[in-house]
């Protein structure tokens, strides 16, 4: 059973930074490709940042480019969203979600989403 579980999401003030973390049971890191994707009240999912450890490429919406960074850790079968300098803008519930990696890439992971989602978790940037 795959299951990916998000954490690490909170109440952070604007130029503030969260690193959030997606734990995914049941899979090798290597044969997937794992992204972070969220969703603001009223407004359409959006792709944030995909990984392919295996292949080694990541991939990153222009809305987040220099300053987010997507990273994995293969040995703990976890994978992370730093969030630098945060903008009011960044407020939503973020979705970690997970494809096998021969039918994707990590743009296509990003655009159109995963097979498996975890539950999400709330980033609110607000002074």
């Known amino acids: 059973q795959v299951q990916p579980v998000e954490s690490g999401g909170g109440l952070v003030q604007p130029g503030g930074s969260l690193r959030l973390s997606c734990a995914a049971s049941g899979i090798t890191l290597d044969y997937y490709v794992i992204g972070w994707f969220r969703q603001a009240p009223g407004k359409e999912r959006e792709g944030v940042s995909c990984i392919s450890s295996g292949r080694g490429t990541t991939y990153y919406a222009d809305s987040v480019k220099g300053r987010f960074t997507i990273s994995s850790d293969n040995a703990k079968n976890t994978v992370y969203l730093q969030m630098n300098s945060l903008k009011p803008e960044d407020t939503a519930v973020y979705y970690c979600?997970?494809?096998?990696?021969?039918?994707?890439?990590?743009?296509?992971?990003?655009?159109?989403?995963?097979?498996?989602w975890g539950q999400g978790t709330q980033v609110t940037v607000s002074s």
């Open positions: 979600a997970v494809r096998w990696k021969d039918i994707t890439t990590v743009r296509t992971m990003c655009l159109m989403g995963g097979d498996y």
